[in-house]
């Protein structure tokens, strides 16, 4: 098969779809993988070393779609790229279509074969490829949480762990999933006051035991978020629905209780946001404030630590991307059920149903 890999187009997105590595595993395989000029330079992967990997260099991302039967992305295509895909085409990429209705009419129009990693299975019916990006934006919403409460970014002036004689700022994680876990950890690391919020007792039971008595935990009903916001220095939204719009957990009204100069981190803007205030910004202009309260909001967190990311994406993605380069895209779901749970959009219509419910569009299994 004929492996493409175009560069990130997205603002200040520097990760890369395929690493040299793993190219030189596909072409191994007797593969064919083509490479937009340039599209690993921004985590210092150079033309040369995809060269040295066995892959061919393309001018442009044009000649990348128009030479290529399947595209390894990361971030979803933007307009231009949905204008490239062609109904030959399988798609590779994170979508999060449930907050993106123009995307995904756009690749209902293409025909094309649109396979999202946020969506992939696996037996413990845990999502593989969205894990270790889940795992950075945990990791990562703790280190800016920490920087925008610092009175020199507008927030309260409030060291996260404290000092002797005065204690730590409080935070509130809402979600004990991967994202969620990887928050806890690092926040326990800075010595907070750290508690994890979910609605399944069975989940807070897990937790309890793994963190010991490092955290706390509460049954995440309404009345309980309301007075976790209040209380909170720094608020982060982890909550994940596979394939669905995320729930508004944090009301406008409840935001008019929190200390000014506290900090909300929404890890869940990818699909729409937990907070009823959030919208998406850019690692070029990631904050904004709401009754006096900031804002971090980056579509893309992990972008921002474009090397680790993407070394840790390949790690989990390549398997698949062997697995339908040498099997055929359609022999590969059939035989792989997890695989398959990836398809959001194919032949003009939506395969997924969380997403067709999540935009109201026709759902048609296929």
């Known amino acids: 098969m004929r492996v493409g890999v175009p560069k990130e187009i997205k603002v200040h997105e520097y990760r890369v779809g395929l690493t040299p ?11 064919e993988v083509i490479v937009e000029t340039k599209a690993g330079l921004g985590i210092d992967l150079t033309d040369q070393d995809y060269v040295d990997a066995g892959a061919r260099i393309a001018a442009d991302a044009g000649q990348v779609f128009a030479e290529s039967d399947m595209i390894v992305k990361v971030k979803e ?32 129009k293409s025909g094309a074969t649109c396979i999202a990693y946020e969506t992939v299975t696996a037996n413990d019916r845990s999502l593989p490829l969205l894990r270790p990006m889940s795992e950075v934006a945990g990791r990562m919403s703790i280190q800016v949480g920490a920087h925008y409460l610092e009175k020199e970014q507008g927030g309260r002036g409030i060291l996260l762990g404290g000092v002797p004689g005065v204690p730590p700022a409080k935070v ?14 690092m926040a326990v690391g800075m010595r907070a006051d750290v508690t994890i919020y979910d609605i399944s007792n069975a989940r807070l039971a897990e937790l309890d035991m793994f963190f010991s008595s490092q955290i706390k935990t509460a049954y995440a009903s309404r009345a309980t978020i309301a007075k976790a916001v209040a209380e909170s220095e720094l608020v982060i939204g982890a909550v994940l629905v596979p394939g669905a719009a995320a729930p508004k957990l944090v009301t406008r009204d409840m935001l008019k209780t929190m200390k000014r100069g506290s900090v909300l981190v929404d890890i869940a803007i990818d699909q729409g946001g937990c907070f009823e205030t959030s919208r998406a910004t850019t690692h070029e202009d990631p904050v ?29 993605t390549l398997p698949f991307v062997l697995r339908i380069a040498g099997m055929g895209t359609d022999a590969a779901m059939a035989a792989d059920p997890h695989l398959a749970a990836g398809l959001n959009v194919s032949g003009g219509k939506i395969r ?11 759902y048609d299994p296929a």
């Open 21 to 31: 590595a793993s190219v030189a595993e596909l072409v191994a395989a007797g593969h």
């Open 77 to 108: 295509p933007q307009q231009s790229e949905i204008a490239l895909l062609e109904p030959r085409h399988t798609l590779f990429t994170y979508l999060h279509l449930a907050a993106d209705k123009p995307q995904a009419e756009g690749l209902m």
């Open 172 to 185: 509130a994680i809402l979600g004990g999933g991967v994202a969620g876990v990887n928050a806890a950890q």
């Open 288 to 316: 904004y404030e709401v009754d006096g309260v900031i804002h971090y909001c980056v579509a893309n967190m992990p972008g921002a630590v474009a090397r680790t990311s993407a070394f840790a994406l390949n790690n989990a």
């Open 352 to 362: 997924h149903q969380a997403v067709a419910e999540a935009l109201d569009l026709g």
